[in-house]
């Protein structure tokens, strides 16, 4: 069956240093993959889509790795601000057509300043 | 331009009984997906609604049903309330073409 897993521990950085987030899957062949920020009793808000045949995705400090070989995907906010810190999901289409997102379990992530 | 819009934000039911969520999605999208979200795991998926039409469902049993009226507004039923039914209940909107979800701010389901 199709699985996502993300690091349960909270991570727990600096102020400045970049934050890494990692989600695997398997059984998956997704065609894309997507990142949302979810903060305490709101709903995950979109951050970012990345697709099969993209490698890497940046958005202002965020950036996105695809690595469909190692069925991995890697997060990064770099100069991480308190702001910053919330709960990071990964969402992907399951394998049959229809656009519905599976998510995973999310990992929260606190930047101390 | 509002987002998607949920109502109400927080209910509590008796086991047993019947609850109903509403959901108005962000403007000019026409497909509306509702998901549950314990508290510390993921959202997982409910039902999808376009064409007012239940389009994809996920593992979720008959006492979960809902609906999507010709203005793409939505709704959320559960009957025979459980208490593992306690949850924040979202509702998202897309669009074709589509590029993410825009989610609401959920509503907060309590049994007891």
């Known amino acids: 069956s199709q699985k996502i897993e993300q690091n349960s521990e909270a991570l727990n950085i600096q102020e400045g240093k970049t934050a890494t987030l990692t989600c695997n899957y398997t059984?998956?062949?997704?065609?894309?993959l997507q990142w949302y920020r979810q903060d305490p009793g709101r709903g995950p808000v979109f951050l970012l889509l990345i697709r099969e045949n993209e490698k890497e995705k940046r958005k202002e400090r965020l950036k996105v790795t695809f690595d469909t070989t190692l069925k991995q995907s890697l997060f990064h906010i770099t100069a991480s601000q308190p702001a910053d810190s919330a709960t990071y999901l990964c969402a992907l289409p399951p394998g049959n057509a229809g656009n519905m997102l599976t998510f995973g379990g999310g990992t929260r992530l606190m930047v101390k300043p | 331009d509002a987002g998607v819009t949920q109502s109400p934000t927080h209910l509590i039911k008796t086991r047993g009984q019947q609850v109903t969520l509403r959901c108005s999605p962000k403007?000019?999208?026409?497909?509306v997906s509702w998901y549950q979200q314990a508290l510390g795991q993921g959202p997982q998926f409910i039902f999808q609604y376009y064409e007012e039409e239940e389009r994809q469902r996920g593992n979720f049993p008959d006492r979960f049903s809902g609906h999507q009226f010709p203005n793409y507004s939505s709704e959320l039923n559960v009957n025979a309330l459980l208490l593992g039914d306690s949850a924040l209940y979202l509702c998202?909107?897309?669009?074709?073409?589509?590029?993410?979800?825009?989610f609401g701010s959920g509503t907060r389901l309590t049994v007891v």
């Open positions: 403007s000019g999208h026409d497909t």
């Open positions: 998202a909107s897309s669009e074709q073409g589509f590029r993410g979800y825009t």
């Open positions: 059984n998956y062949s997704p065609a894309y």
